[in-house]
């Protein structure tokens, strides 16, 4: 009987760690959240976001179809110009001029469900940023996510190129129920 107890054990904890993907509601901090961008269809890609590591929710309910809207200012520090647009959709933002917890909360205010936060560097295709709380004593309760500055770049150079107030995307993505063949990574990205 203990051979097999133990051998059911290992089994198990092969599985668990051998597992590429767990369910959305218990991503963890330094693990892979994906999106994959509907329209415009130039940026029809998977893209990948990290979440914020000591703030914020997590995504519950997946959104087959849902508006990812750039913030207007991009930085997201203060009032929205298009605040109505934000409201029950997810926010694109950028780093910089406040801190990353300043920006969830502004979009929260503004009743988006998430903020994605893309890097200011526009020629950053691979170095993730770990957001942290910004020891304001503040909470936020919507995700928070990081997005690669190339990635965010490209997202909005389509929208301007197209005259679009935002994407259409899909969040989130379960990548290992996809097919390697059929995955569309951006090809700006090292994956």
Known sequence: ???VFRSCQLFLI??????????VWGLQ????LHFQVLSPGDIQYIFTTTPAKDF????N????????VPADPLEACGELNNGAFIQGEIALVE???CSFLSKTRVIQEHGGLAVIIADNAADNDSRYVDMINDNSGRTADIPALFLLGRDGYMIQ??????GLPWAIISIPVNISSIPTFELKQPPWTYW
Not at 14 to 23: F, H, N, T
Not at 61 to 68: N, P, V
């Open 29 to 32: 901090y330094k693990q892979y």
């Open 14 to 23: 092969l599985v668990l760690l051998l597992c590429p993907s767990r369910p």
């Open 1 to 3: 009987q203990g051979g």
């Open 56 to 59: 914020g929710g997590i995504f």
């Open 61 to 68: 309910q997946r959104y087959d179809q849902i508006h990812l």
């Open 157 to 162: 150079r389509s929208l301007e190129q197209h």
């Open 95 to 97: 780093r910089g001029g």
